[in-house]
């Protein structure tokens, strides 16, 4: 059974900083790219930041560049994004998602999602 299981969210003043983690079971993580996307009310969800399965790219959305930074434990099976200098326009729920795609399938998964409220 695959699973995504987020955790570490909260509320935080601006300024300060969270760590979240997502979980993985469930399937061969170390082949998977790995994302962060975010959802605030009334809006879209987005794309945060992205690694690859090998860890050799990292991206990042514009917004939250120099601020944010995602990392993996291929023998843990969880990524992280941790978020520094945090704003309130940072508020959302976080998802983890992993994903996999070759020439012949495609994967695609979803945690539940965590929620991030920046306020003072």
């Known amino acids: 059974q695959v699973q995504l299981v987020e955790s570490g969210g909260g509320l935080v003043q601006p300024g300060g900083s969270l760590r979240l983690s997502c979980a993985a079971s469930g399937f061969q993580f170390s082949l998977y790219a790995m994302r962060w996307y975010r959802q605030a009310p009334g809006k879209e969800r987005e794309l945060v930041a992205s690694?690859?399965?090998?860890?050799?790219?990292?991206n990042y959305a514009e917004s939250v560049k120099g601020r944010f930074t995602i990392s993996r434990d291929n023998a843990k099976t969880t990524v992280d994004l941790q978020m520094n200098s945090l704003k309130p326009e940072d508020t959302a729920v976080y998802y983890c998602?992993?994903?996999?795609?070759?020439?012949?399938?495609?994967?695609?998964?979803w945690g539940q999602g965590t929620q991030v409220t920046v306020s003072s």
């Open positions: 998602n992993a994903r996999y795609t070759s020439v012949v399938v495609s994967r695609d998964y």
């Open positions: 690694i690859s399965s090998g860890d050799f790219v990292r």
